[in-house]
């Protein structure tokens, strides 16, 4: 069983800033991916940021030039730095870890989300 845990998120002015942290632990023998989603009240699930490759990130149009995102590969661990929030920004951020457990099956493994809301 692979658990992911999110953390970070709050209330914050426009302008502000957050760091989102995510961890990926348990029956891990490999995490190939992980990246983050948000979830916008009545709106479908939409990517933010992640690593398509190990040298390279992806960033929704939305978020370019504001997110930044990384990584502590030693510990499971991927972070999303937020930075001039909008309350366009205001989500249920989730981090998804995709894992090569010790039993050679494939998971997409996810959080249970972290609540992050941009308003005045």
């Known amino acids: 069983q692979v658990q992911v845990v999110e953390s970070g998120g709050g209330l914050v002015q426009p302008g502000g800033s957050l760091r989102l942290s995510c961890a990926a632990s348990?029956?891990?023998?490999?995490?190939?991916?992980m990246g983050w989603h948000r979830q916008a009240p009545g709106k479908q699930r939409e990517l933010v940021a992640t690593?398509?490759?190990?040298?390279?990130?992806y960033y929704a149009d939305s978020v370019k030039g504001r997110f930044t995102i990384s990584r502590d590969n030693a510990n499971n661990k991927v972070y999303l730095q937020m930075n001039s929030l909008k309350p366009e920004d205001t989500a249920v951020y989730y981090c998804?870890?995709?894992?090569?457990?010790?039993?050679?099956?494939?998971?997409?493994?996810w959080g249970q989300g972290t609540l992050v809301a941009v308003s005045s």
């Open positions: 998804r870890a995709g894992v090569l457990t010790s039993s050679s099956e494939t998971v997409d493994a």
């Open positions: 348990g029956n891990i023998f490999k995490i190939y991916n």
């Open positions: 690593f398509p490759s190990s040298n390279t990130t």
